[in-house]
Nanobody
Framework: QVQLVESGGGSVQAGGSLTLSCAAAGAAISPHCMGWFRQGPGKEREGIVRISGTGITTYADSVKGRFIISRDNAKNTVRLEMNSLKPEDTAMYYC?????????????????WGQGTQVTVSS
């Protein structure tokens, strides 16, 4: 089973950028849909973006136009480029692998999760 480790979180001022990485080990991610979720303080976990095994992407409205997901199957990694960050983007960010090549941006379609990386955006 694949194991996921996120990195790249940190603190940034509003308007800044961060790039998160998700490194997979134990199995190839190429057959899997991959996604990023986040959970802000006092909020439920939300799916923000997913990329299918064939490269189809779906973004939540809250991040559309600002965040970009990419996957490098050769390196077994997934990246999340986050631009124009806002204080409301402050959250713990989680990388997740889906059960299949396709998925919905719903946590029920993902069965492997990383430990998360914290992103804090100050105004």
């Amino acid at each position: 089973q694949v194991q996921l480790v996120e990195s790249g979180g940190g603190s940034v001022q509003a308007g800044g950028s961060l790039t998160l990485s998700c490194a997979a080990a134990g199995a190839a991610i190429s057959p899997h849909c991959m996604g990023w979720f986040r959970q802000g303080p006092g909020k439920e976990r939300e799916g923000i973006v997913r990329i299918s095994g064939t490269g189809i992407t779906t973004y939540a409205d809250s991040v559309k136009g600002r965040f970009i997901i990419s996957r490098d199957n050769a390196k077994n990694t997934v990246r999340l480029e986050m631009n124009s960050l806002k204080p409301e983007d402050t959250a713990m960010y989680y990388c997740a692998a889906g059960r299949w090549s396709s998925c919905y941006m719903d946590s029920s379609t993902f069965n492997t999760w990383g430990q998360g990386t914290q992103v804090t955006v100050s105004s």
